[in-house]
């Protein structure tokens, strides 16, 4: 079950972005970290004095993706339908890393648009029995076939190794 947050103000906030930049096919914004009772772990730190919008260049955030895995969560994502119907979704055939598979595609797509916000609107909940550690021994081998389909731009972004998945053993 999906036990993430949405702060208060989110819908009022990502329509303000959205509103503001309607050419936008990608909003990402920031998260907190709580434990299973819902308490803050790990606050979210800007790097910035505001939390303004910032636009994003697919380079940028293909660079940032190839160095540091997906570096933001899907709960803390808002997509147009206007571009994941360009690309045609999810991966039906991926049991793990669609999402992962998903947002390369989205940034690497011709002329999308992606938006950056600074500002944390969810709380991404960790606990032992949430499904990333069900995937990890559930992969057949999807988030390498991500690798395959997209090394091409982590090799664009220089850094070809930095995304450091190691295909399980079958």
């Not at 293909?62 to 147009?80: H, I, K, N």
């Amino acid at each position: 079950a999906h036990d993430d947050l949405l702060e208060p103000n989110f819908v009022e906030e990502v329509t303000a972005v959205l509103n503001s930049h309607p050419d936008l096919d990608l909003l990402i914004c920031a998260n907190h970290t709580i434990d299973t009772g819902g308490n803050i772990i790990q606050r979210y730190q800007s790097s910035n004095a505001t939390p303004a919008p910032r636009v994003i260049s697919a380079a940028e955030y293909l660079d940032c993706f190839t160095r540091f895995g997906q570096w933001f969560l899907p709960t803390s994502v808002v997509t147009r339908r206007s571009l994941f119907e360009r690309l045609n979704g999810f991966d039906p055939n991926m049991k793990v890393a669609y999402d992962w598979d998903f947002y390369l595609r989205a940034g690497a797509a011709s002329g999308a648009r992606i938006v950056s916000l600074d500002k944390p609107l969810s709380r991404y909940r960790i606990h032992p029995k949430q499904s990333i550690h069900l995937h990890t021994t559930a992969d057949n081998g999807d988030a390498a076939d991500v690798l395959v389909r997209h090394g091409s731009a982590a090799c664009a972004a220089g850094n070809p190794g930095a995304l450091g998945y190691r295909r399980p053993r079958r």
